[in-house]
């Protein structure tokens, strides 16, 4: 029988992490229907098959793709669907660790649904010595909210699947993306383009391993805004304005109203290296007030927009 949902995971010298995440795929309940795993090795120091146990039930399919070079995500998960065998694909990261019965629920949820696609929750704060930061981070995007469309900027791998179909007719990720962020926002945009119904479920959850600190995580906010950030407001017109990009613009540009003209000239301030460092430093320190951990996020992400750094 052809597998019904191909599991699409990119990854790079993966560490403890990748193998938590195989264990977990290898003790799927999926009641009897096949499934396929596609492993993407995108350059990986030491090769994924000679790393990792691979041993997996009969009615799962193990392919495992390689790509050479200093790591590409965007095209490494292109090659994944590409060489995909089942009608959904379900995409998702290497530092997951995936309850028993996720891939059957998104199974039922694409048989019973019309929606082209179907996101979970990817749950952080799931361990009990769980961060503030870390439970600040379960707020953002869909979180929190309840069961229904959400709109293409929250378009999120992790936890999320969708007919193939739609990835052969987009052409997929944009591999030009090829710093960290952006591709996925990019992509999301693209099917909205082509009136793709996107459908969330917070019910539908699966555990993030990823441990980042909020210091490397607003690295990683400097460099998405100065480069898939500001490369997919140019792309994707509709776009505009997002993660607050309309408060960097020129303190005077039109629209120039009373209060975009304020909030540019604060936005400014706190764009201030030292302000934003201060802040960092209180944050690690004492993880509240949280909305201070927005601040950070969005002020990395327009820091490196505007082509400049904390550090």
Known sequence: MEPEISVQIPVRNGGEEFGQALLS???????????????????????????????????????????????????????GWQAASAGISFLSDGDILFPEDILLKHILAHRTRPADVVMGARVNAWMEDATPWQKW??????G????????????????ISL???????????????????GEDTEFGFRLARIRAELYWDPEL??????????????RKMVEYGGTGLRYTLEKIPEAGGMLGTDWVGPVFSKPANVSLIIMRILVRITLIPAVYRTVLRWMERFGTPSFLFTYLSVGGC????????FE
Do not use: C
């Not at 009641?31 to 790393?51: A, F, H, R, Y």
């Not at 007919?163 to 962020?181: C, N, P, Q, S, V």
């Not at 327009?302 to 750094?309: A, Q, V």
């Open 137 to 142: 981070f379960d707020t953002r995007a869909m």
């Open 302 to 309: 327009l820091m490196g927009y505007r082509g400049r750094n």
């Open 205 to 218: 959850e699966v555990y993030h391993l990823d441990r980042v600190t909020v210091r490397e995580h607003s």
């Open 144 to 159: 929190g909210k309840p069961a229904g469309p959400f709109p293409p900027r929250y378009f999120v791998t992790g936890n």
């Open 25 to 79: 795929l290898a003790g799927q309940r999926t009641d009897g229907i096949p499934w396929e795993l596609v492993i993407i090795d995108d350059g990986s120091t030491v090769p994924v098959e000679k790393e990792y146990d691979l041993s997996f039930p009969e009615h799962v399919e193990v392919k495992v793709l390689r790509r050479e070079g200093r790591g590409n995500r965007p095209i490494a998960r292109n090659m």
């Open 163 to 181: 007919r193939t179909a739609l990835l052969e007719k987009t052409g997929g990720f944009d591999g030009r993306i090829d710093h960290y962020g």
